[in-house]
């Protein structure tokens, strides 16, 4: 504390800013992370970035029949939302300890 009380603006400032440089870090930490989430088995998988940009989908030959073609689109977004429900826990376990439980408005999947 500063005089009369009130906070030490410098020490407020380095908390800011040691705050800013954690939260750039677990940013970064997500964008060059991946997750795969997967259906019917592992016979379609995607795979995302921690940011939640998808960069794989595998589709097993098996999965693929001219005659239901429903099916296979039921598979491909099941696992692109097993895949986000992976990013949502990982950018929980990576944001959290930085935010401290915040989250609200930081524009990442999940928050």
Not at 54 to 64: D, Q, S
Not at 65 to 76: G, N
Not at 92 to 106: H, I, N, R, S
Request: aromatic content about 0%; glycine content about 16%; charged content about 15%.
């Amino acid at each position: 504390m500063g005089p009369g009380g009130q906070p030490d603006m410098s020490q407020l400032l380095q908390q800011a800013q040691k705050m800013q440089q954690a939260l750039a870090d677990a940013q970064q930490q997500l964008a060059t992370s991946e997750v795969t989430g997967s259906a019917g088995g592992g016979l379609v998988t995607a795979t995302m970035t921690g940011n939640g940009d998808v960069v794989a989908l595998t589709i097993a030959p098996a999965a693929v029949d001219p005659d239901d073609v429903e099916t296979l689109q039921d598979l491909v977004v099941a696992a692109l939302r097993d895949a986000q429900r992976a990013v949502n826990e990982l950018a929980a376990a990576t944001m959290g300890p930085v935010t401290g439980g915040l989250g609200g408005g930081l524009g990442l999947p999940g928050f």
